[in-house]
């Protein structure tokens, strides 16, 4: 084959990938704007509307149709997302920094750490459930559901941080000790903001993998439900075009979620590139 | 003049490297030390255990007359200057030289008027005026090495440690910033414990020079008795300018693999094995015919190739035994000779010049 004819095989591949990553997304975004509440979740569109994204607010005359049961779901998913991301990302730092040194049993402990994202949700989470019942702990989103959010989501937050601590240069703290600072204000003042591009990686990492965990959430969280949870709930009685309307309001909050992180990353990116640039003048 | 830093019998080993093997140590104060040692002499080990960085397996450290061998870094009172400067980049060049003002445990000075009067002040000594708002990556290495320098001294230590401070910059720069680093030095009154691996920069720099062989200290003298009459063949080897022979002293002459050489008046310096030294601008090349004046030593050898480096030449022959001989010629004395290709030459020194180590 020749040079071309590879190009047009590995474009068309990519294409092809494209459709398979953003289709489902594409005709979910359509069908969402099906009109209401005669409409159904297919093809075709009969008429264009923004009917179920009114009803998801309450704006609709009462119908048949209920209103999604999600809105106490969404508070429990970002308070949980939100809580998750800070303890993940405050124990990934913390470890990835123990690391740094080797100490007795590191390997074993490095694997224990990872392990945590390596297991099938779905046993932990069962796991969870029958330790919890056998030793008569309630579960509940924010204890049983959030232990396992962290065991989850902390490999991640450590093993960003450790990638992010290996090109960090360590003669930086020891300057700053010679200086008289104590370590501890050592790492506040030179290592933190240093590592800081990587610290909101890890919090990102571990906020939208929390966010729309299922599987572990599933056996774990008890009575009251998550948002992945509640929406795979509305999914056994019959499914309206609201799950639709609300699937590109979340998508377009995850998307605006990256974009403060992309413009925070750009803006230590740009500090960089100037220092590259001045390094070869 | 009052002993500022003691080191006794500084012993370290990483696994089964013996990095430190005993040193004893005394360093004046307000004095330039130089210590000079080759890569993987364990000079940087011995300046991060001053420091604290690392832990000595055994012996004492004593700064000011009080053991400081368990004392954390940051309370050593000890400055440090890295070879790649260490400056923290996220902190323009004025906020790196007030940091361990501001942030120090011990007497942190909070008033913002005196710190950036002393900014100010240690900025114009190591000549970086106009430059306090820059960041420290929009500078150059030369401007860098100062900023290191300038963040060390502002918070005034007894001493300051640098580990090969100028091996970053380029030749040119290198030889500006030695003479600046004394005089530096000379204005703010401390010890400088400079690291470096280049014979010239040591014997340049230092009031005093160390010179470190493998975990030892193998001499500590002025630049001049170390070039002159280094203590060892190891330093001789190190300073690069010695052709060294192995052999045995035999009735009066030093026996070795390129001949017999009678020894002068002088007697032999102590060493663990025997080796004669001849010093490469100390030796001339001559016709085979030419005749030899008594006190003369002469061996024959293959002309090899010769390095033009401006003020001199360095000429490089074979002995017989395969093993290159090295003879320096200053231009001022004389016009480059040009020697045959091969050819085959007479190197006359005189005895009195030779060391003999015994």
């Known amino acids: ?281 | 003049m009052s002993t500022v830093l003691q080191l006794k019998s500084i012993t370290k080993t990483y696994g089964d490297m013996r990095a430190l093997s005993g040193i004893d140590l005394a360093l004046p104060g307000d004095a330039y030390i130089s210590l000079l040692g080759p890569s993987g002499s364990g000079k940087t080990t011995l300046l991060r255990v001053i420091a604290g960085f690392e832990q000595p397996d055994g012996g004492a450290i004593l700064f000011d007359g009080k053991r400081i061998d368990t004392v954390a870094p940051h309370k050593r009172g000890i400055g440090f200057v890295f070879q790649n400067f260490a400056l923290f980049p996220h902190l323009s060049v004025a906020q790196n030289i007030a940091y361990g003002l501001e942030n120090r445990d011990v007497d942190p000075v909070t008033d913002r008027r005196v710190v950036d009067a002393r900014v100010r002040d240690i900025i114009s000594l190591v000549g970086l005026s106009g430059l306090e708002g820059r960041a420290v990556t929009q500078i150059s290495g030369g401007q860098r090495q100062r900023v290191a320098l300038a963040r060390t001294l502002v918070t005034e230590p007894r001493m300051v440690l640098l580990d090969e401070p100028l091996g970053a910059l380029d030749a040119n720069l290198r030889a500006r910033m030695r003479a600046e680093l004394r005089a530096i030095r000379e204005r703010c009154g401390v010890t400088f414990l400079h690291v470096t691996g280049s014979e010239a920069e040591a014997l340049a720099m230092g009031d005093t020079v160390l010179v470190l062989e493998s975990g030892r200290i193998a001499q500590s003298a002025d630049s001049d008795t170390v070039y002159n009459r280094p203590a060892s063949p190891a330093v001789a080897r190190f300073l690069n300018c010695y052709n060294l022979f192995q052999g045995r002293i035999e009735a009066g002459a030093f026996v070795g693999g390129a001949g017999r050489f009678a020894l002068g008046a002088s007697a032999p310096t102590r060493a663990a094995t025997p080796a004669y030294a001849i010093r490469y601008d100390r030796v001339s090349v001559r016709p085979r015919d030419a005749a030899i004046g008594e006190d003369e030593i002469r061996i024959e050898a293959n002309f090899v190739a010769s390095e033009y480096s401006g003020a001199a030449v360095n000429s490089f022959f074979a002995l017989d035994d395969g093993r290159v001989f090295e003879v320096e010629s200053h231009l001022s004395h004389a016009a480059p000779e040009t020697y045959a290709e091969q050819g085959r030459y007479a190197l006359v020194w005189k005895r009195e010049d030779a060391l003999v180590y015994a």
């Open chain 1, 1 to 281: 084959m020749n040079a071309s004819g590879i190009k047009t095989g590995l474009g068309a591949y990519t294409a092809l990938f494209l459709v398979f990553l953003y289709g489902p997304l594409v005709v979910l975004a359509i069908l969402s704007f099906q009109t209401g509440p005669e409409g159904g979740p297919q093809f075709p569109i009969i008429e264009w509307s923004t009917y179920w994204y009114k009803h998801l607010f309450g704006l609709t005359p009462p119908s048949r149709i209920a209103p999604l049961p999600i809105e106490q779901a969404l508070v429990r998913s970002l308070g949980l997302a939100v809580m998750t991301m800070i303890v993940s990302t405050v124990l990934g730092v913390t470890a990835a920094q123990a690391f740094r040194r080797k100490f007795r049993g590191s390997g074993v402990v490095f694997y224990l750490i990872v392990l945590g994202m390596m297991v099938p949700g779905v046993l932990v989470g069962l796991g969870m459930a029958l330790v919890a019942n056998t030793l008569g702990i309630d579960r509940h989103w924010w204890s049983t559901a959030f232990v396992l959010h962290v065991v989850y989501t902390f490999p991640f937050a450590f093993l960003v941080m450790l990638a992010i601590f290996n090109r960090f240069d360590p003669s930086m703290e020891e300057a700053s000790w010679s200086l008289g600072v104590t370590p501890a204000r050592t790492f506040r003042k030179v290592t933190f903001p240093l590592i800081f591009p990587g610290v909101l990686s890890a919090m990102l990492f571990a906020f939208t993998l929390s966010y729309d965990e299922f599987s572990r959430t599933l056996f774990a969280s008890g009575r009251d439900l998550t948002l992945p949870l509640a929406i795979y709930g509305t999914f056994s009685v019959e499914v309206h075009p609201n799950v639709f309307a609300f699937g590109v309001l979340t998508t377009l909050f995850s998307f605006a979620l990256l974009g403060t992180y992309a413009a925070l990353m750009m803006l230590s990116v740009r500090r960089a590139k100037r220092v590259a640039i001045q390094e070869e003048a």
